[in-house]
C-alpha cells in the first residue's frame, strides 16, 4: 500500500524477493502534464509493469465493501509506505501480522506528513527509517525495526529522500524475514506537518542559516522561493556569509549577497519562473540586481 515514488524500492524489493504480493493498493490516477491526463500514481506503474493486481479506491474510512474485500485477501501482513489513506481499524486488523508502516523518521521524533523536510529544517544531525506495526493513532504504534543515516551539510531533501527509500526497502525485507517483536515508542514525539507551496516562500527576517536549510529541506519541492519584481526566483543552493549584517531581505552586494535576520545568504544556483536553473554569476550577467534591492 503506497503511492509516490518514496515506496516503489519497496514494492520492488518485496516482489524480487518472491514474496506472494495479493494486491498493491494505490492512490486513483491524477490529472498531471499540459493536457491534464489522469496518470497512474508511481506505485500503480510499478506495480502494473510487474504485472500486479492494482486497487485505487477513492476512500476507505466508511467503505465496509473495501474494508471486505481486504480481509478476503487473507493477507499475513500488508505493507504500507506513504500510501495516503487512513487505514480503518477493521484494516488494520485483517492482516496476521498486522499492517507494518515503512516511515521515514527515527520514530518517534517526526511523526506525520513531512518528516524528511522537518529533520533538515530542524538542523537534526540524522534521520532513518522506523518500520513499524500500525495503529489508529498518528504513527503511535510500536517499533519493529529502526536504522539511522547521518545528515550533513549538503543533505537534500532530494538525497534524503532516496537515502532513505532504499533503507526502506531492506528493512521491511529484514522485518517480514525475522518478524522482531514489537518495542513501544518512547516519549519525546515531535510533529511534522502537511507541506504546502506557500511553506517554500523565504522569510528573510529568519537567521541565514535556518534560511539555507529551507533551501535544501526543500528541494525539490515547494522549492525554496523569493519574489524579485514580482517574479518568483528559486533558491536553489545557497551558503551562509557569518558576520555581514544588513536588513533583511536587501540586496548587500552586486554579487547577491542578502541581508537576513542574522548574517546574511549568498544564492549560488537560482532559477527564474520559466527559466532553466542557473549559476548566480550567470544568472546576474542577464539580470543584474542593484545593490538596495529588497526582496518579498
Not at 20 to 32: D, F, H, K, L, T
Not at 45 to 73: I, K, Q, S
Not at 197 to 213: M, S
Request: net charge neutral; glycine share 10%; charged share 20%.
Amino acid at each position: 500500500m503506497g503511492s509516490p515514488a518514496f515506496s516503489v524500492p519497496a514494492l520492488q524489493a518485496l516482489h524480487q524477493a518472491g514474496h506472494e504480493i495479493a494486491a498493491v493498493y494505490a492512490q486513483p490516477p491524477r490529472p498531471a502534464g499540459r493536457g491534464q491526463r489522469p496518470l497512474p500514481c508511481p506505485v500503480a506503474a510499478a506495480a502494473e509493469a510487474l504485472g500486479l493486481p492494482v486497487r485505487t479506491p477513492d476512500r476507505l474510512r466508511r467503505d465496509t465493501a473495501a474494508h471486505e474485500a481486504f480481509a478476503a485477501l487473507g493477507l499475513d501482513a500488508a505493507v504500507v509506505a506513504a500510501y495516503g489513506l487512513i487505514l480503518p481499524q477493521p484494516m488494520l486488523d485483517a492482516p496476521r501480522r498486522g499492517c507494518l508502516n515503512i516511515h521515514a523518521s527515527l520514530l518517534p521524533r517526526w511523526r506525520g506528513a513531512s518528516p524528511i523536510q522537518s529533520s533538515i529544517l530542524a538542523g537534526d544531525t540524522e534521520s532513518g527509517v522506523t518500520i513499524m506495526r500500525m495503529e489508529a493513532g498518528l504513527d503511535t504504534g510500536p517499533m519493529l525495526l529502526r536504522e539511522a543515516v547521518p545528515i550533513t551539510s549538503t543533505t537534500t531533501g532530494a538525497t534524503l529522500h532516496d537515502a532513505l527509500s532504499a533503507l526502506g526497502a531492506r528493512l521491511i525485507l529484514r522485518a517480514l524475514d525475522q518478524n522482531p517483536p514489537p518495542v513501544p515508542q518512547p516519549e519525546g514525539e515531535t510533529y511534522a506537518p502537511k507541506l504546502s507551496r506557500e511553506d517554500g516562500h523565504i522569510d528573510w527576517a529568519l537567521p541565514a542559516d535556518a534560511i539555507e536549510r529551507r533551501v535544501r529541506a526543500f528541494d525539490p519541492w515547494p522549492g525554496a522561493f523569493t519574489l524579485l519584481d514580482g517574479v518568483v526566483v528559486k533558491i536553489l543552493k545557497a551558503a551562509v556569509i557569518e558576520g555581514v549584517s544588513g536588513a533583511p531581505g536587501t540586496v548587500l552586494t552586486s554579487d547577491f549577497l542578502i541581508g537576513c535576520g542574522s548574517d546574511a545568504l549568498r544564492p549560488l544556483q537560482v532559477q527564474r519562473a520559466g527559466r532553466a536553473a542557473l549559476d548566480t554569476a550567470a544568472f546576474l550577467r542577464g539580470h543584474p540586481i542593484p545593490v538596495g534591492t529588497r526582496l518579498a
